[in-house]
């Protein structure tokens, strides 16, 4: 019982991590990434899809992505999406594909993605929290229906807390990585 009350919370701990390391690929550092506009939503044959589901994405420069529509037919819906998109990127189109330019950050702008990401690792930080404050609620419930003992719920609040700390170290390493990246010029 124990043990899998510490497996779920371990799990939800990783999807948090999981969920953070997807987030920071969105964030623009100064290079070119296809996670950068993969979720962009297009509008296209009366529904709103993916962009990733409508081209291939491919970053064949640092500083260059190119997006290639399966359906050319789509360029123009496409190229509409990533003008209305808060990136600051322009398209450039020659009728087959769209070619993105990512501009260099200037060091304000590099002060605000910092900002974000840190933000975003709290905000991680927090989830960690609420799981393991649930599990613990879990866990004082099961020892007041005298399920477990009042020493197995201090070993494992010990054990969920070293969980918890492991995991606020991996939140905390990602940020680090990201700022780095976002500082690097």
Known sequence: MIDELLFEGEER???AVVALRADLLKVRTGRASPALIEDL????YGVTMPLNQMATIAAPEPRLLTVR???????GAIEKAIQKSD??????NDGRII?????????????????LVSRRV????????NVRRDVLRDLERLQKDGEITEDDLYTTRDRLQKLTDEYVGKVDE????????????
């Not at 990602?174 to 010029?185: F, N, P, R, S």
């Open 13 to 15: 701990m990783d999807g």
């Open 41 to 44: 939503r297009v509008e296209a």
């Open 69 to 75: 529509p399966w359906d050319a037919h789509n360029i």
């Open 87 to 92: 990136l600051g990127l322009t398209p450039n």
């Open 99 to 115: 070619r993105l330019n990512i501009p260099s950050l200037t060091d304000e702008r590099r002060r605000d993605l910092a900002r």
């Open 122 to 129: 709290e905000e991680a930080r927090v989830a960690l929290r």
């Open 174 to 185: 990602l940020g680090k990585q990201k700022e780095a990246e976002i500082t690097e010029v």
